[in-house]
């Protein structure tokens, strides 16, 4: 049975997958929503979604509805969404797990689908978005064993048909695992964008800044109000994954200071072995 489904949130992920979904037969029509309406015109005329409608209008009217917000407002938005249909399929989109499957309402814990899907640019708005970019892309459902199996099968179908690889993870794994992988180099950017900022005039950023640096540092420009939020709701593993990374930097740090040339060279070998990975 093909399906009309509603995405909230018309960003990069959001519009990225509105281009994705628009190219699938077993999908009828994709409607948007965005409580920015600059973002709501830019997605209907970029052709990232068929049609806009109200919150109230997509309830009503369609199978399947993605939540392509930040984490806060993932939040915000289930407690509004606990008078859907049975058969209609919620899907979030977020960063974190453990605090917005614990916030579903009971209502609608059955139909609740949590997923994140590992891709993303330092871009936002409407116009970063691009097809490409969930295809061949990682996407972590958290099944917290209350979701209705027709709504996992769905979602599953779905994602996949846009070419997204899927794996399961229980929340908490999902959480901490991110909070090192994907949250902590982020802290980890802000952090030596604002150290450089503080030392360095942009003439000499701009002059010298080389592939490593500007590697580093372009995570930096991802959106405060997102990651922000990202970090509240991941406090606990961010800091346990900052402290350990605290600890290899004294170990950098003071290799140095008793010119331990030797057992640094040993210490950068350790971390090569990320070749092996990567």
Known sequence: ?????????????????????????LIDKVCGY??????????????????????????QTCNMIFLAVPVEAIV??????????????IVELGSTKRHIIKSCPDEIKANFVAAHPMA????????????SLLN????????????????????????????????????DSHDKHVGIISH??????FSLVNATLKEEDKRNISLLVGGSFGGMARIAKSSPEMWVDIFKQN???ILKAMQKFKKE???CENLMKNEKWDELGDWMRTARQIRDIL
């Open 249 to 251: 930097f004294d170990i």
């Open 1 to 25: 049975m093909k399906a009309v489904v509603g995405i909230i949130g018309l960003g990069l992920i959001g519009g990225s997958l509105g281009l994705g979904l628009r190219s699938m037969k």
């Open 184 to 189: 902590l180099p982020h802290a980890i950017s």
């Open 34 to 59: 965005d409580i920015n309406k600059q973002n709501e015109k830019d997605a209907l005329n970029l052709g990232l979604v068929d049609e806009i409608i109200s919150f109230e209008e997509m309830k």
């Open 235 to 237: 406090k606990d593993y």
């Open 136 to 171: 061949g892309a990682v996407v972590v459902l958290c099944d917290d064993k209350i979701v209705g199996e027709n709504h996992v099968k769905r979602a599953v179908e779905v994602l996949s048909g846009v070419g997204m690889r899927i794996i399961f993870m229980d929340p």
């Open 120 to 131: 993303g640019t330092e871009n936002s708005g409407p116009k970063a978005a691009f097809k």
């Open 76 to 89: 915000k938005i289930l407690s509004n969404l606990k008078d859907i249909p049975s058969d209609t399929t």
